[in-house]
Structures are given as structure tokens and as C-alpha cells.
């Protein structure tokens, strides 16, 4: 049961264009929501985080969207650079209620970015 | 620059083999959670902890897979035996708390597994 979906496996993107990546869940619970960048052999970096409470967290180039009644997220960056070619994953939890407050991630989509 | 160690950082055997990953979490922090990467799955939680106690392991195939936390320094995890379907990259993490706070958990550079 994927509690988090990234539904597009890959994106490429041209150098300057935005980037959007999209992330669905089912899990209603979920009150918190991070984006990790992967970099081939190298662990996941968290990029920036969003609570329920707000529906917008924006941080430089990348900004991330929420929509709770849609339960979907995006992360949007603008402009994009070479160097964002990545693999993002998104992720989900729960803030409180002891062992429940686990991350839970998406499968990943691996962002191309071209010069 | 604090980090997670993990090692190995790249592992073959064959099958039936055993196979123990070593996790060094940053020190402070609390929390310590095993997970696998698969192109299938995504990154797939196996277990976690906290304080070293064992919180949630049901990620984990319990017939062959054990994860323990000896000292606040090291957590293990064990395959035993390992079979080719365990070939993956797992990572381990480490946070603060019982939600990781803003920044969720920190991540090691992952042993790449390959049961052959």
C-alpha cells in the first residue's frame, strides 16, 4: 500500500524553465511533508518541508505547494540549473502519535535538467 | 560537518551468506531509522528506533532480517542468509525527536548490497 505516489517516473526540463514535481497521498494523518534530493551514491538531502498549516513554503529557487483537500504536493523550481538533475523524493508523516511518526517516502522522480 | 557513517559502502556475496550493514548515527541524536531503496518500492522503511529501543520493524522480513542497536554509536543490520531479492542500496538515518524536527532525518551515503 503506497501511502505516497510520484506518479512520473522521470522529467527532463530545459536550463532556465521551471521544474514541477508532483507527489499524491492517501493518508489523511499526514500533517508534515518533506522533499529529499538523491544524487547517484549519495544519500537523500532534505530540501524543504512543509507543514498542514500553510499551503506554500517557498525557500530561493524551490517552492513547495499544498493541497490538503487534493492531498497533493508539488515542488517547483524556478530556474532550473544543471545542477538540480537529481532524483526527488517525496515524503510524508505524522508529527505526533509515537511510533506512527515514521517518514514515509514516495518512489522518486528523477528530474533531467539540459544545458 | 556532522554526518551518518554507513559501512560498508559496497557489499558482494552469494547467496546464503550472512550480511551485517553498520550504521554510525550523528552523535545527540535520537532516533535511527534503516531503509532500503529499490526501483520497485522507492526508499522502503525496514525499522527504526528510539532512545535504541526498536519502535517499528515491521518493514523488515522478520525470518531473516534483525536490526539491533548495541550502543547508542553503532546500529546493525543483519541478513541472514541473504538471498539475490535483497540487492538493493540501504540507508540509515538519523535524527532528532519524534518527528526529525524541520529537517526531517540525515541520511548516510548507503551500502550498496548485491547478493549474487
Known amino acids: 500500500d503506497q501511502q505516497v505516489k510520484q506518479n512520473s517516473p522521470s522529467l527532463s526540463v530545459q536550463e532556465g524553465r521551471i521544474s514541477i514535481l508532483n507527489c499524491d497521498y492517501t493518508?489523511?494523518?499526514?500533517?508534515?511533508f518533506l522533499w529529499y534530493k538523491k544524487y547517484p551514491a549519495e544519500g537523500p538531502t532534505f530540501l524543504i518541508s512543509i507543514s498542514s498549516i500553510k499551503d506554500k513554503n517557498e525557500d530561493g529557487r524551490f517552492t513547495v505547494f499544498l493541497n490538503k483537500s487534493a492531498k497533493h504536493l508539488s515542488l517547483h523550481i524556478v530556474p532550473s540549473q544543471p545542477g538540480d538533475s537529481a532524483v526527488y523524493f517525496c515524503a510524508a508523516r505524522r508529527s505526533y502519535g509515537g511510533a506512527t511518526n515514521k517518514l514515509i517516502f514516495g518512489t522518486g522522480t528523477l528530474l533531467a535538467v539540459q544545458p | 560537518d556532522a554526518r551518518v557513517t554507513q559501512t560498508p559502502r559496497d557489499k558482494v556475496t552469494e547467496m546464503g551468506q550472512e550480511v551485517t550493514m553498520r550504521c554510525q548515527p550523528i552523535l545527540g541524536h535520537n532516533t535511527v531509522f534503516w531503509y532500503r531503496q529499490t526501483m520497485m518500492q522507492g526508499l522502503e522503511l525496514l525499522a527504526y528506533f528510539r532512545n535504541r529501543a526498536p519502535l517499528d520493524d515491521s518493514g523488515m522480513p522478520k525470518d531473516r532480517f534483525s536490526a539491533e542497536m548495541p550502543d547508542a554509536t553503532l546500529a546493525t543490520l543483519k541478513i541472514q542468509p541473504s538471498e539475490p531479492r535483497d540487492s538493493a542500496v540501504y540507508f540509515c538515518?538519523?535524527?532528532?525527536?519524534?518527528?526529525?524536527?524541520?529537517?526531517?532525518?540525515?541520511f548516510g551515503s548507503g551500502t550498496r548490497l548485491t547478493v549474487v
Open positions: 538515518a538519523s535524527g532528532l525527536g519524534a518527528g526529525g524536527g524541520y529537517y526531517g532525518y540525515t
Open positions: 493518508n489523511s494523518m499526514f500533517d508534515y
